[in-house]
Nanobody, 114 residues
């Protein structure tokens, strides 16, 4: 069964950092572009950043440019999202997915306190 698992979320103070991980079971992420998304309470899911199978970064949301960095480690079958200088408005459930997409995972909650 294709499955994505997000982890690494938590509660952090404004200005802090977190690193999220996206891993896959039953398939390899190597051949896929992978994107991070987030969904804040009462808002639609939005794209945050995307990385191609080659490692090239194809998109960063304007709201996270200069603060968030997406990367991948194909040997570990994992994609990361390093989040620095976190702000309260970054509070959301963060998800990853491939291109083309597979079933969504549970996501990981990120809460930034002011």
């Amino acid at each position: 069964q294709l499955q994505l698992v997000e982890s690494g979320g938590g509660l952090v103070q404004s200005g802090g950092s977190l690193r999220l991980s996206c891993s896959a079971s039953a398939f390899s992420l190597d051949d896929y572009a992978v994107a991070w998304f987030r969904q804040a309470p009462g808002k639609e899911r939005e794209g945050v950043s995307c990385i191609r199978s080659s490692g090239a970064i194809t998109r960063n949301s304007e709201s996270v440019k200069g603060r968030f960095t997406i990367s991948r480690d194909n040997a570990k079958n994992t994609v990361f999202l390093q989040m620095n200088s976190l702000k309260p408005e970054d509070t959301a459930v963060y998800y990853c997915n491939t291109r083309p997409s597979v079933p969504w995972g549970q996501g990981t909650q990120v809460t930034v306190s002011s």
